[in-house]
């Protein structure tokens, strides 16, 4: 008995002096831009979410180092989401009124990115969804907060279909091919399906969904299907630990990894390092950027984070495929605030509407982008008020066993058949949620 | 003292048979749900509601659900994330399909289906026990996981299967501000706390009761075990599911099949354990203490690595939150392996007594 | 037809692996009456432990020889294992004896909570390879029956004949050797055995580096085969309806489970999966296991539970 009193009395007074302990509330730093990041170091998908945080908070130190943006200075604070929607929203609800109120939400997660977007509108917060997230939220005329900056799934889709065919010799040579779509068994993986099978309704290939529970570590049926069916090219849209497993299971069945395309989640290094030699031949699209051990802003992000011992995560890490994709996110975050700055204050800190408006009307032509640092990575993007993605370029990289090298040349998705895609779906959004279209005046403000 | 039932006369079986027998019971339970219904809504500000708030209310009615089932009747299950599922999804379904359709039949009907569900699940039970049924219930969680992922029907043929709700109104008022959620949700609570105490009070919950404890006994001595295990699974599923849907509709709002996951089954389950087995009141307790702690560790962790000039990174805290809330349940469990609950009654007992100390 | 016995050699082999992992369970459960929740975690810490020391010890002592890097490093990681087995017993265990089937399920799940995290903290979060030298390209055989062979994944025969090894080095054990007798008598009957003077404390920190031994043995394959990350611990779920096929005392039913949940998983996803769009896998394997306990409640080897009024 006497145990169980001296461990309640230890346990309360342990809470009382923790709470005790938890510190005030963070006085408002109405000096500095706070910039949240959702980020999942830990839990199945970590291996790949880890670079991607690491270079978007190596940016904002970046941009830091470089003075701000005109001046103002960047706040940051991780919040870990384990990629569990209740978890990111517990963060997005414990971040987006602190230090001033936030920026801008990054949820690197398609599912959080659906419970946000319900969310965001209210709190005028805008999302930035660079290469994931809901394919129709390209459409600014209905997803007013919602920003899939440089790319969305659908790009993903056409663009690898594009290069199929040019490894067939042509859209026409498509016709009676076999193409399965191996795809993680969740939101993000099911974004993939329309715009396959659009394209195999146009091109007449056929094509057989695969799904793979979460976390994607059980792919032995699948292969074994695969095997039956002999399907020309696999696509594979997964990511975390179902990369890996894929390339080795196609390893086991001896299917050849020069027929496997990878969406942009699933062309980076943590995916194909172990297996080395045995993914040689393993292609990815990238959303315009691949690894970039040689890019100004890497070097400059050597020089002035890391050296200073400031960097976050380890040396060999910068320049890395996701790497890049972490600080291009972060850059889109800082060209909108620096764009909503030209229109509402130069030096001033900026509320989250008027980033939003800087989202919107981001114009990063090529001589901005290369002054970035981004020079020979990415291509210009533009957003309009319609068009909440800019811009629709990608190549596709293919592993040679230690890197990944571009194999191809600059291609662009097929606007004439994603636009209306996006439109009906977008439509179908705003017929649900019973909200009209924006007017050419809300354009404007 | 003043915790005594000194002077309170029962002259009537019907004032003999109350919940709260005792006077200071029943005023202590009114001014908390005073309290919970005007004073919170003055006190707290928003983050508070979404974050702990509203989780707590909803989880505290899944895991009273849970708590019928695990502890009243004894028959575990690891399949309660799967009943919330179907509660979600099917509440969205009447909602959606049926123009029209007030939002507390909606979540009713989830809650419905999710009966049927986990009798049908819950036939398993009449035939295997113990551990055994605890893994056979994994079944409805991955099965329930998997139709929901592929059969297009249940997310109203969504291309990305995920499903969200908005709009709900209850009679013109409403519910879009933290205090409303949390207004109905309590409202919620409340009513089923009511009617869940009062079932366990019951024939049927000394049913389930002599189930737990003996049930070749209770079979002898004429307790049907078919008629009490399903109706077991059928209080507790309908419970669960309503839980759900509010889950989906009220604090998400917009959610997919992995919201539903074996996590959240198992989430339930240290909260009816922590809580208390086969006490209503226990499940209000697991809840609050499963819903605080991680973010209360969130918080603390941080604060503390800062006294000793450390900085922690988000992966080092989400490890360490793992490591002190699996510490702290096999420390509860080592302590006090009947829960919250009984630490609760025992200090009941020693209010009845104090000052004297026995 | 040459498909059908693909499909079944797989599954076959995954039964093997997932029956590697469901005998750690059956040990423990059958010396202690403790169903090991943690044992998923314990595969992924014992292959983590693996893992880093092999990739540590060559940076440590500075030699490059592989072979002596991985001897080493199952070393290490095996008095890992044999530590972290003392504390379960010494800290959990010995204070939960007597309790409840659901509190002690509910504490090796705290324990699985803690091991997760504790094991990442060390260890880190990132994707970590095992190089024991398996295979990794299939093989073809019977060429000549069936045009263009039928395809056998190396790794996987590999690991099906060092699961039977290890099945095999564990019943030697039980029955040849006096610890191994005294493991049975515990798990007979536990107030007899320590009347008679068998130490259940230390029978149990035994049990547990056993289970501990086999969870590391099952973490190098598996961790050979995906490599390891924290998602291995889902295996663990994949083996649970082994163990209640089989029968949760039996380990000769952890083997035969587990080839009938393998076989039965990949026919279903390969000739049911495409019917309904796929992904069946996992569920199915759990019907199946419920299908034979309405039959035999106690799993198809596993002692009868006999109520006494």
């Not at chain 1, 890197?403 to 895609?421: G, L, R, V």
């Not at chain 2, 509709?249 to 354990?273: C, K, N, T, Y």
């Amino acid at each position: 008995m006497k145990i169980r009193h001296l461990a309640l009395a230890a346990s309360v007074a342990a809470a009382g002096l923790a709470s005790a302990l938890v510190p005030a509330v963070a006085q408002a730093q109405a000096k500095e831009q706070f910039f949240p990041v959702l980020v999942y170091r830990t839990g199945a998908y970590a291996p790949n979410g880890v670079p991607w945080a690491n270079g978007f908070v190596d940016y904002i130190k970046l941009t830091n180092a470089r003075g701000g943006i005109n001046g103002v200075k960047i706040s940051f604070e991780e919040c870990e989401t384990g990629y569990a929607t209740d978890r990111g929203v517990e963060c997005y609800e414990r971040l987006k009124g602190k230090n001033g109120g936030a920026t801008m939400f990054q949820p690197l997660s398609t599912g959080i990115t659906f419970a946000l977007t319900e969310k965001a509108p209210a709190d005028k917060i805008p999302l930035i969804t660079s290469g994931y997230g809901r394919s129709e939220s390209q459409d600014g005329g209905v997803f007013k907060w919602n920003f899939p900056i440089a790319g969305t799934y659908w790009v993903a889709g056409d663009i690898i279909v594009q290069d199929i065919a040019k490894k067939e010799g042509g859209m026409d040579k498509l016709k009676g091919k076999h193409i399965a779509l191996v795809y993680h068994d969740s939101p993000f993986g099911k974004e993939a399906i329309p715009i396959m099978q659009e394209r195999a309704a146009m091109l007449g290939y056929k094509l057989t969904l695969l799904p793979v529970t979460h976390p994607g570590v059980e792919q032995k049926s699948t292969w074994l299907q695969i095997r039956r069916d002999r399907p020309d090219y696999v696509v594979n849209w997964g990511w975390g630990v179902m990369n890996s497993t894929l390339v080795k299971e196609a390893q086991a069945t001896g299917y050849p990894r020069e027929k496997i395309y990878g969406v942009w989640w699933a062309g980076a290094e943590p995916d194909v390092k172990d297996i080395g030699e045995g993914a040689k031949g393993y292609n990815a699209i990238t959303m315009q950027h691949g690894a970039e051990p040689n890019a100004a802003f890497v070097k400059e992000i050597l020089a002035k984070v890391h050296d200073k011992g400031q960097g976050t995560g380890p040396k060999d890490e910068v320049g890395s495929v996701l790497y890049v994709r972490g600080a291009m996110s972060a850059m889109f975050a800082v060209e909108g605030v620096r764009r909503a700055q030209e229109r509402f204050g130069k030096g001033k800190v900026m509320t989250g509407e008027q980033v939003r408006w800087g989202l919107e009307n981001l114009d990063l032509t090529q001589a901005k982008l290369d002054s970035l640092g981004f020079k020979g990575v990415m291509r210009p993007v533009s957003t309009s008020c319609q068009d909440h993605m800019g811009a629709n370029w990608g190549r596709i990289h293919t592993w040679d066993g230690k890197k990944w090298n571009f194999t191809s040349d600059w291609y662009q998705a097929d606007e004439q058949i994603i636009k209306p895609m996006v439109k009906a779906a977008a439509d179908k959004y705003a017929a649900e949620k019973k909200i009209n279209r924006r007017t050419p005046q809300d354009c404007q403000s | 003292m003043f915790y005594r039932e000194n002077g309170q006369f029962k002259t009537s079986y019907r004032a003999d048979q109350q919940i709260f027998p005792i006077t200071q019971d029943r005023i202590a339970i009114l001014a908390i749900v005073a309290f919970a219904a005007v004073g919170v809504p003055l006190l707290v500000d928003e983050y508070l509601y979404r974050a702990i708030l509203i989780p707590f209310l909803i989880l505290s009615l899944a895991a009273l659900g849970v708590n019928i089932l695990v502890g009243y009747c004894g028959q575990i299950s690891l399949g309660s994330g799967a009943f919330m599922a179907v509660g979600a999804y099917m509440a969205y379904n009447t909602y959606i399909r049926v123009d029209g359709m007030p939002l507390i039949v909606a979540l009713l009907s989830g809650g419905f289906f999710a009966t049927l569900v986990g009798m049908v699940f819950g036939i398993p039970s009449l035939r295997v026990k113990g551990l055994y049924l605890a893994v056979a219930t994994l079944a409805a969680q991955f099965f329930c996981d998997w139709a929901f992922l592929r059969v297009g029907w249940f997310t109203n043929n969504n291309a990305s299967g995920s499903v969200s709700v908005s709009d709900l109104t209850v009679l013109g008022w409403t519910i879009n501000t933290p205090m409303d959620k949390y207004l109905f949700c309590l409202g919620f609570l409340l009513v089923f706390g009511l009617l869940a105490k009062n079932l366990v009070r019951s024939a049927i919950g000394r049913e389930w009761m002599a189930i737990r404890d003996m049930d070749v006994a209770a079979a002898v001595i004429g307790i049907r075990p078919m008629y009490a295990k399903l109706s077991a699974f059928a209080v507790s599923s309908f419970i669960v599911g309503v839980a759900g849907a509010l889950w989906g509709f009220i604090h998400l709002g917009s959610w997919e099949p992995a919201a539903f996951s074996i996590d959240r089954s198992f989430q339930l389950l240290f909260m009816v354990i922590i809580g208390g087995m086969g006490s209503i009141m226990g499940s209000f307790f697991g809840a609050g203490f499963i819903v605080v702690l991680p973010i209360f560790l969130n918080q603390v962790l941080p604060a503390v690595g800062e006294l000793f000039g450390v900085t922690i990174s988000t992966a080092t805290v989400s490890h360490a939150e793992y490591m002190v809330f699996g510490s702290l349940i096999v420390w509860f469990l080592i302590v006090e392996p009947h829960g919250l609950a009984k630490l609760w009654s025992v200090g009941k007992q020693k209010l009845r007594l104090w000052p004297f100390p026995h | 037809m040459a498909f059908f016995l693909e499909t079944l050699f797989g599954g076959l082999m995954a039964g093997m692996l997932y029956s590697l992992v469901a005998l750690g369970f059956v040990l423990i459960f059958k010396a202690s009456g403790v169903f090991n929740f943690a044992q998923g975690a314990m595969v992924l810490v014992a292959a983590l432990a693996m893992a880093r020391f092999s990739e540590w010890f060559p940076m440590w002592f500075g030699f490059e020889n592989m072979f002596l890097a991985n001897l080493l490093a199952f070393a290490a990681a095996t008095v890992f294992m044999f530590l972290l087995a003392w504390l379960i017993e010494r800290l959990v265990l010995r204070h939960l004896v007597n309790q409840e089937g659901v509190t002690l399920l509910m504490a090796t799940l705290g324990i699985t909570y803690f091991i997760d995290g504790f094991g990442q903290t060390i260890f880190g979060s990132d994707i970590y390879k095992i190089d024991v030298g398996m295979p990794k390209e299939p093989i073809f055989v019977l060429d000549s029956i069936f045009e263009g062979g039928v395809l056998v994944n190396q790794e996987d025969v590999v690991a099906a004949v060092i699961a039977a090894l290890l099945v095999a080095a564990l019943s030697l054990f039980f029955q040849k050797t006096a610890t191994g007798r005294a493991l049975r008598a515990v798990a007979d009957d536990h107030q007899a055995a320590q009347s008679i003077g068998i130490p259940l404390n230390r029978i149990w920190v035994i049990v547990w580096c056993v289970a501990g031994i086999t969870a590391l043995v099952a973490g190098i394959i598996w961790g050979s085969k995906l490599g390891v990350q924290f998602s291995l611990t889902t295996v663990a779920l994949r083996a649970l309806p082994v163990i209640i096929l089989g029968g949760l005392t039996s380990v000769p039913g952890a083997i035969i489970g587990g080839l009938i949940i393998g076989v039965g998983e990949k026919l279903s996803e390969v000739y049911l999966g495409p019917l309904v769009g796929g992904g069946i896998e996992i569920w199915f394997a759990y019907m199946l296991a419920l299908v034979f306990l309405l039959f035999r409640p106690q799993g198809l080897f596993g002692e009868k539970i006999i109520d006494r009024v």
